[in-house]
């Protein structure tokens, strides 16, 4: 919610002020505490980005994409590192394309960070994971067929040679109900679902508190 009031700034009047001021005293009477845990062996460890979109969400029309990555050790504790939450800079026609949109910038940014991590450590190569969940998208990453969309073709091919190139490993389906970048995405910030994650699945939520 937030990140929405950003796109009233250049036109804002004093409803909106007044709607701002709302935000953030809902801010301030809901805490949230981001910890970062202690990891195993750096060498074992390993990005996972995840990515999520929603579509024309926005007041001028746009469409919302956000990523959050984060380092994962190889007892299944994550560490977030990157969060991002913004205007699509390509207006999507469709939610597969906004979706799309957004696992290409994250993406992106995980191949950016992995390498930056490689120089600082001294490791070859991080393993990078990619997380959506948008069904069609993640058949359409494996499938020899192509979108009906053209633009949109260029976008999947993109992934695909980042598959292929290795410099992502794995792009992997799951629910809704697991996608941590879908609270960033709402026009009222989840911020609960979040807690709950921290409160029910350990391996996914225990950055959290």
Known sequence: RTNLSLWWISKAVVSDFLHLNKVVGRVKQNPLQLFFPRLNDFSSCSLECYTDAAFANLSNDGSQGAMLIFL??????????FWQTR?????????LEAETLALVEGAEASVYLANILTQ???RKSISVR???????????VYSTRQVDNKKLRMDVKAVKNMLVSGEINRVDWVEGSQQLADCLTKKYLCWFHAVWLSKNDTSRGEYLK
């Open 130 to 140: 990619c997380l959506v969940e948008k069904r069609s998208l993640y058949d359409s």
């Open 72 to 81: 994962r050790d190889s007892d299944g504790k994550r560490c977030p590192i």
């Open 87 to 95: 205007c699509l800079r390509r207006t999507p026609r469709s939610t």
């Open 120 to 122: 600082i450590t001294g």
